[in-house]
């Protein structure tokens, strides 16, 4: 299940930087558009993931082409743990920023564990909540 959330401002790394988040919806910043577009960027990335090793993954998600919506460019990062050639953990971030601010933006964070057999179960929100 994906984190839908609203950064105002972020200083340092994508997921251990200093953040300050709101729920969507506060200060009228519920932009469904631009969380379903992350949503979509975010599964495009983990159907190319597919095809690839865990230890492959931080390098390919910095060559997947970097979309646009709006003019603006959307930002995809991940971390994960790789367990060997054919398991591991992978989180997700993609963030479109604001126009005006681009310190802070709409923001989707997903994750996934891939088992050996090439299958992906996803992170409880519980387990996903701990790493954003």
């Known amino acids: 299940m994906p984190i839908r959330t609203v950064v105002l ?7 251990g930087g200093f953040r300050m988040a709101v729920q969507p ?5 519920n932009n469904l ?7 979509s960027m975010i599964h495009d990335v983990q159907n190319h993931l597919s095809f690839h090793p865990p230890s492959a993954w931080p390098k390919i998600a910095a060559s997947v082409a970097r979309p646009q919506l709006d003019g603006r460019e959307i930002i995809i990062d991940l971390t994960g743990d790789a367990g060997d050639d054919r398991d591991g953990d992978v ?3 993609a963030c479109l920023p604001f126009q005006v601010w681009p310190l802070g933006g709409w923001v989707v964070y ?3 564990h891939r ?4 299958s992906w179960t996803e992170f ?7 790493v954003w």
Do not use: I, N, P
Request: net charge negative.
């Open 115 to 118: 088992t050996k057999d090439g």
């Open 91 to 93: 989180v997700m971030r």
């Open 124 to 130: 409880a929100e519980k387990k996903l909540a701990e």
């Open 33 to 39: 558009g631009a969380f379903q577009a992350l949503e």
């Open 9 to 15: 401002f972020v200083l340092g790394d994508a997921f």
């Open 110 to 112: 997903e994750g996934w």
């Open 25 to 29: 919806g506060v200060l009228g910043l």
